[in-house]
């Protein structure tokens, strides 16, 4: 893995390491470390089965490790896990709202669970409904909310509670760019306004650079390189190289086969000319 010469002078929130997971003869992740700081936007960047998603759930204690070792405020998620929970709030890439449910309701129900206290139940969401511009939608059936006010309603759920992380697993999957932009500046606001230390997974390019402060380009399982944008881009030696070529350079390495990763995104650039 390439060393990372940008470690923010924030406190250390979490601590990865040595983190692995197989599924049979796959070695999902395969025995990666990093570390986030306070108020960070850090981003595990990568194609499908790269391993981002296993490593969130990981992180969130929804799924055991085989090994390494996961501190999120300094308590271990496999030894203090409720501890942990009260700690994060995670929003996963599948759906986690109740269309048969209002806007309200769906957000009661997350108050409930995180028991807060009835005091303060109204306040919190609230306080969420105006945050994410979902007042004016709070009565009405989820089912009937766009993509993007589903998306926000989710990340309003995950931070009701106030928590210190906010984990997202692919926040903007299937959105359209309007309603993506629309995501991205409610989680810089979150970031900015209440120094929240932000963790994402994404395929999207753009995405990464936009929001993150550092970028985690993960592939088959490890991390090929760790850093900012601009880190990235002088280790390569070309500064002005875009995202799609930066991920070529570092995560192409671990392609082994002909016609993998290098030749994906070449393909897909030359597509993306051609219109």
Not at 172 to 186: I, N, S, Y
Request: proline fraction near 3%.
């Amino acid at each position: 893995m390439q060393d990372d010469p940008a470690k923010p002078d924030a406190a250390e929130v979490i601590r990865v390491q040595h983190l692995e997971k197989r599924f049979g003869e796959v070695h999902a992740v395969a025995g990666i470390d990093f570390s986030v700081y306070a108020g960070e936007c850090f981003v595990l960047l990568g194609p499908n089965g790269a391993g981002k998603s296993t490593t969130i759930k990981m992180m969130t204690g929804l799924m055991k490790s085989d090994g390494g070792s996961i501190e999120i405020g300094g308590w271990s998620v496999a030894q203090s896990p409720v501890r942990v929970r009260s700690l994060i709030g995670y929003v996963p890439q599948m759906l986690s709202v109740d269309g048969n449910l209002t806007g309200y309701e769906n957000l009661l129900v997350f108050a409930k669970l995180y028991g807060l206290r009835r005091s303060e139940r109204t306040e919190r969401i609230r306080e969420i409904l105006e945050r994410f511009d979902l007042a004016e939608a709070a009565d009405r059936l989820v089912r009937t909310y766009s993509g993007g006010m589903i998306r926000k309603l989710e990340i309003g759920q995950a931070v009701l509670h106030h928590p210190r992380v906010l984990f997202l697993d692919e926040p903007t999957v299937g959105l359209d760019p309007v309603a993506r932009k629309g995501v991205w500046e409610h989680i810089e606001r979150l970031r900015h306004e209440q120094n929240m230390t932000i963790v994402l997974t994404t395929h999207y390019m753009e995405e990464a650079e936009s929001l993150c402060t550092r970028i985690a380009i993960m592939s088959r399982g490890r991390i090929a390189a760790l850093g900012t944008a601009q880190a990235l881009r002088a280790q390569m030696g070309q500064p002005d190289a875009s995202m799609d070529d930066v991920f070529a350079h570092f995560a192409g390495r671990f392609e082994q086969e002909e016609g993998g990763m290098r030749s994906v995104f070449r393909s897909r650039r030359t597509a993306r000319r051609l219109g």
